[in-house]
């Protein structure tokens, strides 16, 4: 399971890990948290310090995202990495780190939620990226509930998916994530598809997804999807996230 949004930067890997062990996944260290009015201009201005004196590069690189549609509308999402769990563990203590946290950043927090390591599966990567291309305009996460007893039918339900949007092709990037700790049916955040977009227009398009994935499955194969859709998951809802550029120090 491997891999998020090549949201942001190449991984520089730290001396105590071997290159070879942190390739072996792709992973992200996220979390929610939100922040009453009065205090959105201070935390902004601190959280860029802090993101610029703390997370500017390697397995500890961060970006903050604005939720701009869902229901965690107005919220922000930081998401760290990407971040190997043996890499958590070379991370050197450090006070001056933690102080300026809780000296310059969690007073201004009103909440902390979902925090979660989500991890791309692999083979479920579509990545079109221009090389030196920007930042994309935003991304569009969906996430699933997965029905008990479903989860080796994930990995077929999604390869169908990719191999309809490669044959479509006009996707910039796409990949499936797994959320590495249980999370429940009332949480339900189990799986979610990222894609990566530079126009909101992408949405008056009609793709054709339908016609794309028959001429890809066979005829009739997108009746059997849909069934196999409400069989697997149990619930599924989308957001979109567009980064916070000063916070992020970008």
Do not use: C
């Not at 190449?10 to 929610?32: C, G, N, P, V």
Request: glycine content about 6%; overall charge negative; proline content about 2%.
């Amino acid at each position: 399971m491997k891999k998020i949004i090549t949201l942001l930067v190449t991984l520089i890997f730290t001396s105590s890990i071997s290159a070879e062990d942190a390739k072996s996944y792709t992973q992200f260290d996220t979390f929610r948290f939100s922040v009453s009015g009065k205090n959105v201009k201070k935390l902004t201005k601190n959280m860029r310090k802090h993101i610029k004196k703390y997370h500017g590069e390697g397995a500890y690189y961060t970006r903050v995202f604005n939720v701009t549609s869902g229901e965690d509308v107005g919220k922000f999402v930081w998401v760290m990495g990407p971040t190997t769990f043996a890499e958590m563990d070379a991370r050197p203590e450090d006070e001056d780190h933690d102080d300026d946290w809780a000296d310059n950043i969690d007073p201004y927090l009103a909440s902390y939620e979902h925090g979660e390591f989500w991890r791309t599966e692999e083979g479920l990567v579509i990545d079109n990226t221009p090389k030196d291309a920007g930042e994309p305009k935003f991304y569009n996460s969906r996430y699933f509930t997965v029905n008990a007893g479903e989860g080796e039918r994930i990995n077929g339900f999604f390869k169908q998916v990719k191999e309809t949007l490669d044959k479509i092709g006009k996707t910039r990037f796409w990949a499936v994530m797994d959320n590495q700790f249980v999370q429940g049916n009332l949480n339900g955040r189990h799986m979610m598809a990222i894609t990566a977009h530079d126009l909101w227009a992408v949405f008056d398009e009609d793709r054709k997804f339908e016609e794309n994935f028959e001429a890809v499955h066979g005829e009739g194969s997108f009746k059997k999807f849909l069934t196999d859709y409400d069989e697997i998951f149990k619930n599924s809802w989308e957001e979109i996230i567009m980064i916070n550029k000063e916070m992020s120090n970008m």
